[in-house]
């Protein structure tokens, strides 16, 4: 018995090795390149962690891609492309502005034709409207061209959930990821075990990453409820994603742990959905 109890003790370690290297960080922020890259890559590090794949974007905090300048959003595309190639494990996250119009389609093309299969757009940072018609032209663009349009959904702008509901019903071709999961208003996101039973009314293109929201609901009033709404919009259609530097992994996965998943959940969530939706 001692000895098994031995093994078991010496093997633990690997077993959690293996365990963290299933995950795919579908939402990570490097606003200073190669520089963001090694903090992030050490940060996981001190924390005993690695990832299969992580998905990297250019802009947010002091790095935003505002309209009128699409040359240097288109600059910065490349940049992080470039980076993209150095490490094969990252996966490029584009941007472009919706209100600069045909050079913003033009980008997209541009950037899917390089590999992108995900592109950032942010109402809030980057000061639009998500119910703009130049929107829906853009990620009906998105779509066509083979990208997934990743989409902030914290609740910090008025009717967000609304919105992006509709812009999602009005662009069934196109695949999103709505970050954050509606924030503290997730409970709306619950709405769509009614909306997919209406026959031709909504397809399976609405994915969420749980970055931010999953830290306050773990261990909160509204753990139950958070976890009902992740079985209510699908379970294959939940990501795990920290939001770095804002948020680590490590205390991502520390409340993502306290939710009372099946393992089979667990893995789908962890990289499964990710390899799925992406292609991997």
Known sequence: MRALLLSLAL?????????????????????????????????????????????????????????????????????????????????????????????????????????????????????????????????????????????????????DNEKLFNLALAAPRTKFIFAHMGGLGFRFWNILALARTAEGLFGGNIYFDISASVILAADSPVEDEYLWTIRNVGVDQVLIASDYPQISLAKTLEAFDKLDLTEEERAKIRSGNAKRLLGL
């Open 11 to 159: 093997l633990a370690p690997f077993a959690s090795a293996i365990a963290n290297d299933d995950v795919i960080d579908t939402h990570v922020h490097l606003g200073n390149g190669e520089a963001s890259l090694a903090e992030y890559r050490a940060k996981l590090k001190a924390a005993g962690l690695s990832v299969e794949r992580f998905g990297a974007m250019w802009f947010g905090g002091p790095n935003q891609a505002r309209a009128g300048n699409p040359a240097d959003i288109s600059a910065r595309n490349d940049a992080l492309i470039a980076l993209g190639k150095k490490h094969p494990d990252m996966i490029p996250i584009a941007t472009v502005h919706p209100y600069d119009g045909d050079a913003a389609l033009a980008e997209v093309t541009r950037v899917a034709s390089r590999g992108v299969k995900l592109l950032k757009i942010h109402p809030h940072t980057q000061g639009f409207d998500a119910a703009d018609p130049r929107v829906l032209t853009l990620v009906q663009h998105a779509g066509a061209s083979g990208l997934a349009v990743l989409l902030d959904n914290a609740s910090i702008v008025p009717g």
